[in-house]
């Protein structure tokens, strides 16, 4: 009995042997490739929360010199946020915070120049298209009328598309194009019925081209 149990073990052992001798090597591979994979994601992990702590700290240099005036660090410590940290969610906020603080200064370039990086590199959709509206007021304001409608050219999600179209009314109001301001206006209104505030101010520059929101087509109460 023990010598058939024997030679069902060799047996057994034979074939682990000749099934090793024929795969061991791809099996080996594939462990060292899944467990390098693992470390390295590990390691890539790792890398990532002492990036966010790093930008983290540097985010709040460049607030405490937003809070001070200093137009001139500022744009260091944003450029410094830029350069090392622009995957980051900190470089979009220390973009838009920036360009605020700059604009204000007069440093209007300077302003544009964030806002613009913000739109194109932010990591999160919100903040691009909140650089982009932003973008487009200034350029508004600065009568760069063709390049802000550019701007505002990529489309909006629902959350950021009446404002979009408030800033567009704007820009045909300021070209004397009333039917279009009309249109763009209207759109606002109906897309900012989560916003009330914001819906009379638009509503406002309805009523000063003479429509009244309200009784407008597609309109919404």
Not at 177 to 184: D, F, I, L, N
């Amino acid at each position: 009995m023990s010598s058939h149990l024997d030679l069902e073990e060799q047996e057994q052992l034979d074939e682990i042997k000749h099934f090793w001798k024929q795969y061991g090597n791809a099996i080996t591979w594939f462990l060292i490739v899944v467990m390098a994979a693992y470390a390295g994601w590990n390691g890539y992990q790792y890398w990532e929360r002492q990036q966010a702590a790093k930008a983290s700290a540097l985010f709040d240099e460049v607030e405490r010199t937003a809070a001070s005036g200093d137009a001139a660090k500022l744009e260091r410590a944003w450029n410094d946020m830029k350069e090392r940290f622009p995957r980051t969610t900190f470089a979009a906020h220390s973009a838009l915070l920036a360009a605020k603080v700059l604009q204000q200064s007069g440093k209007i370039d300077s302003a544009q120049a964030a806002l613009k990086w913000a739109s194109e590199n932010a990591s999160d959709e919100a903040s691009a298209q909140l650089a982009r509206i932003r973008l487009a007021n200034l350029q508004v304001q600065q009568k760069s009328f063709d390049e802000a409608l550019k701007t505002l050219s990529k489309t909006f999600t629902p959350a950021f598309a009446g404002l979009a179209a408030d800033v567009q009314g704007d820009i045909w109001v300021s070209q004397n194009k009333p039917v279009e301001a009309v249109k763009a206006y209207t759109d606002a209104w109906t897309q900012l019925a989560d916003n009330a505030e914001y819906r009379r101010l638009v509503a406002a520059k309805l009523n000063a081209l003479g429509v009244d929101p309200s009784l407008a087509k597609g309109a919404t109460k």
